[in-house]
Nanobody, 124 residues
Framework: QTQLVESGGGLVQAGGSLRLSCAAS????????MAWFRQAPGKERDFVAAISWSGGNTYYADSVKGRVTISRDKSKSTVYLQMNSLKPEDTAVYYC?????????????????WGQGTQVTVSS
């Protein structure tokens, strides 16, 4: 069974840090680009960051660039999102997603495997 399971969310004060994890199973993790999206209450789901299957290339939304780092551990079939200098506007449910191919995409429709999400709340 194909699964993406997120963890690591929680409550943190502004300026703090969190590391989200996404454990993958049921597909060939090595040949998929991975990404993180987020959705605040009552808002659309937005792209956050993506990483190539090799782990050598990354792409970030302007809203988080310089504050977050996406990485992957092939031996553990896990992708991470290290979040620093968190702001209240970062509050959202964060989702892990997977797509085929070597190109980056910010479109939800290009990702066909999704996790259930993990809540991140940043207080001021």
């Amino acid at each position: 069974q194909t699964q993406l399971v997120e963890s690591g969310g929680g409550l943190v004060q502004a300026g703090g840090s969190l590391r989200l994890s996404c454990a993958a199973s049921g597909f060939t993790f090595t040949y998929h680009n991975m990404a993180w999206f987020r959705q605040a209450p009552g808002k659309e789901r937005d792209f956050v960051a993506a990483i190539s299957w090799s782990g050598g290339n990354t792409y970030y939304a302007d809203s988080v660039k310089g504050r977050v780092t996406i990485s992957r551990d092939k031996s553990k079939s896990t992708v991470y999102l290290q979040m620093n200098s968190l702001k209240p506007e970062d509050t959202a449910v964060y989702y892990c997603a997977a797509k085929r191919g070597s190109t980056f995409s910010v479109a939800e429709s290009n990702y066909y495997y999704w996790g259930q999400g993990t809540q991140v709340t940043v207080s001021s």
